[in-house]
Nanobody, 119 residues
Framework: QVQLVESGGGSVQAGGSLSLSCAASGYPLRNTCFGWFRQAPGKGREGVAS??SYDGSTYYADSVKGRFTISRNYLQMNSLKPEDTAMYYC??????????????????WGRGTQVTISP
């Protein structure tokens, strides 16, 4: 089993930055795809970014390219916009990441951390 715990959410003004953390424990994590997802009220869970722990390869949703940076344990979010407001979740699945970051492909989930961006 893999346990994931997110932290680092909060409230900032548009244009600001936040860094989210995903603490992972459990099964050896050398061959694992970690992903960040977000879910706004009334919407589905959207894949934001992913990273493959074995070789560091990364994928990003078009909506966050150039603003968000994923690393093994963190999601750095810059130039935040009100539309980035959502609950952010960390996910994990054994094996390499796919180019499309899809909820259905991930097995393990954290409980989420709230990000709120004011105009």
């Amino acid at each position: 089993q893999v346990q994931l715990v997110e932290s680092g959410g909060g409230s900032v003004q548009a244009g600001g930055s936040l860094s989210l953390s995903c603490a992972a424990s459990g099964y050896p994590l050398r061959n694992t795809c970690f992903g960040w997802f977000r879910q706004a009220p009334g919407k589905g869970r959207e894949g934001v970014a992913s990273i493959y722990s074995y070789d560091g390869s990364t994928y990003y949703a078009d909506s966050v390219k150039g603003r968000f940076t994923i690393s093994r344990n963190y999601l750095q979010m810059n130039s935040l916009k009100p539309e980035d407001t959502a609950m952010y979740y960390c996910g994990a699945v054994f094996g390499p990441c796919r180019q499309v970051i899809a909820e259905r492909d991930f097995t393990y989930w954290g409980r989420g951390t709230q990000v709120t961006i004011s105009p």
